[in-house]
């Protein structure tokens, strides 16, 4: 669910409950399985390494790995998010910068050691021209011995609407999600209807997600200048298969110079 990686900003309106909907993901393993794929990769994440979080959302994963003393800077696309972000950071005494940006439209100097972007924040950027260019401001922000790791939803899981779920009834906020799949544009459309069970306050919101393959993927990271590109399974570091429904790709840039960054 997590991600703000489109023109529109699909979470303003869940900014305040974010944390809370949020409350079971592990962060920590999270950002240990990340670190383990870095190491692969022969890019260790190490006190010091500057990082960049891509549609960070309220930070939850940026702090993880400033905690362990990575330089971060987290971009998110929803100003009321990154707002969540600051206020987290403030109240660790923490001072990771936090960026309102749209993932298809920033600039930053090529000064980053990595990149992440996670659950499934990629997705949300339905416009593959757009995500094109979010390949390139990435790669433009790496240093050349960088290195980008992200995860997707895959087809597989928007066509098997593995969005359609719902909480517990007894959750802090109740949750009903139902997602209509569009084979023929790769197009899931999730209507998610809430409500907080202290207050009684219900709202609903839609959120839209695409599916990638792995060759439209690669061949736009491959055009990004990203040249080693390897994908797992999720949490796992075998490669993904035809029922995996989240992949995680670990991209290093290859030769030449990064490519101009979107304006």
């Given amino acids: 669910m997590r991600s703000r990686a489109a023109q529109e900003d699909q979470f303003a309106r869940l900014a305040h409950h974010y944390d809370a909907l949020m409350a079971s993901v ?30 960070t959302g309220t930070g939850s994963v940026a702090l993880e790995f400033a905690q362990r003393g990575c330089e971060v800077t987290g971009i998110d696309l929803s100003a009321p998010m990154i707002r969540k972000a600051r206020q987290k950071a403030r109240s660790l005494g923490l001072s990771a910068p936090f960026i309102c940006r749209d ?3 920033f600039q930053l100097p ?3 050691d990595h990149a992440v972007c996670l659950y499934d924040s ?32 895959t087809v597989h899981a928007l066509e098997a609407e593995l969005f359609t779920q719902e909480s517990r ?26 409500e907080v069970t202290a207050t009684g306050e219900t709202f609903s919101v839609t959120h839209r997600q695409r599916g990638y393959t792995d060759a439209e993927l690669r061949s736009y990271m491959l055009r990004a ?12 570091v075998i490669a993904p298969g035809p029922q995996s429904d989240r992949a995680f790709y670990v991209a290093k840039p290859g030769g030449g110079a990064a490519p101009t960054p979107a304006t």
């Avoid at 007894?170 to 998610?192: F, L």
């Avoid at 990203?226 to 796992?236: K, L, M, Q």
């Fill in 26 to 55: 592990p962060y920590g393993l999270w950002a240990e399985y990340v670190s383990n794929l870095a190491a692969l990769a022969g890019r260790p994440i190490a006190p010091g390494s500057k990082l960049l979080d891509l549609a």
């Fill in 122 to 153: 990629l997705n949300y950027i339905t416009d593959p021209a757009r995500l094109k260019r979010a390949f390139a401001n990435i790669r433009h922000a790496l240093k050349d011995d960088g290195v980008l790791i992200f995860d997707v939803n």
């Fill in 110 to 112: 090529p000064e980053f």
């Fill in 225 to 236: 200048g990203f040249g080693e590109i390897t994908s797992y399974d999720a949490y796992r």
């Fill in 169 to 194: 009834p007894d959750a802090e906020i109740v949750y009903r999600w139902k997602s209509r799949y569009d084979r023929g544009a790769r197009i899931s459309m999730i209507r998610m209807d809430f």
């Fill in 103 to 105: 993932l298809a439209d």
